[in-house]
């Protein structure tokens, strides 16, 4: 059972910066596509970006596009949210998830996802 544990997560002033980071208890090349999920109180989760196996795409919802990045450390099995220009409405619980079924998809469904972690809290005030 693979296994993701998500840290990096905080309080942050509306502006500011904060990385995510998500460490995968098994690397194998190119079997799994990962991507980064919010939740808000009150809310759906929602697909915040992905990466595909290789790391040749990566795909990010409208709402962040030019301020987080996604990114992917294979030697320290470890998955990146880099998020910056931060905005009260980037407050939630995100999460890390893995696929390997649709290795190259570029979707951001969340049911499309096979494997999560516990989350962790990003909060931004204004």
């Known amino acids: 059972q693979l296994q993701l544990v998500e840290s990096g997560g905080g309080a942050a002033q509306a502006g500011g910066s904060l990385t995510l980071s998500c460490v995968v208890s098994?690397?194998?090349?190119?079997?799994?596509?990962m991507g980064w999920f919010r939740q808000a109180p009150g809310k759906e989760r929602e697909g915040v970006a992905t990466?595909?196996?290789?790391?040749?795409?990566?795909n990010y919802a409208d709402s962040v596009k030019g301020r987080f990045t996604i990114s992917r450390d294979n030697a320290k099995s470890t998955l990146y949210l880099q998020m910056n220009s931060l905005l009260p409405e980037d407050t939630a619980t995100y999460y890390c998830?893995?696929?390997?079924?649709?290795?190259?998809?570029?979707?951001?469904?969340?049911?499309?996802?096979?494997?999560w972690g516990q989350g962790t809290q990003v909060t931004v005030s204004s």
């Open positions: 998830a893995a696929d390997s079924k649709r290795r190259f998809s570029l979707s951001r469904i969340p049911a499309d996802f096979t494997y």
């Open positions: 098994e690397y194998i090349p190119n079997k799994y596509r």
């Open positions: 990466i595909v196996s290789d790391d040749s795409a990566r």
